[in-house]
């Protein structure tokens, strides 16, 4: 999976279209990222009333925002000088 932990994402469908957030979770097995703020649903429970929780977002509906130049982009990898493989911003070639 192209996302980590931390990574700022934007939303590009569903019902929080055009929202930022930060990743606190990643769910490998399920293809799914719990973001900051984003996928909050409301639950009634009878001892608590109602009550936020939040449910995992898909993948596929989230791209990147790469922290240097601030746009929506796809990640591409390469190795650096120490042979280790990096993720790469698609538009200004920085390493994310």
């Known amino acids: ?14 019902n ?8 606190l979770k990643v769910v490998n097995k399920s293809n799914k990222v ?16 109602v009550v936020d929780i939040q449910k995992g977002i898909k993948v596929n509906i989230l791209s990147l925002v790469c922290p240097k130049c601030n746009k929506n982009v796809r990640v ?6 120490s042979g280790f493989k ?5 538009k200004c070639k920085s390493i994310i």
């Open 1 to 14: 999976m192209k996302l980590r932990t931390g990574d700022t994402v934007f939303v590009r469908s569903g």
């Open 16 to 23: 929080n279209k055009g929202k930022t957030g930060k990743i």
């Open 34 to 49: 719990f973001v900051e703020g984003l996928g909050l649903y409301k639950r009634a429970m009878k001892q608590n009333g």
């Open 76 to 81: 591409r990898y390469s190795f650096n000088d």
């Open 86 to 90: 990096v993720r790469i911003c698609s």
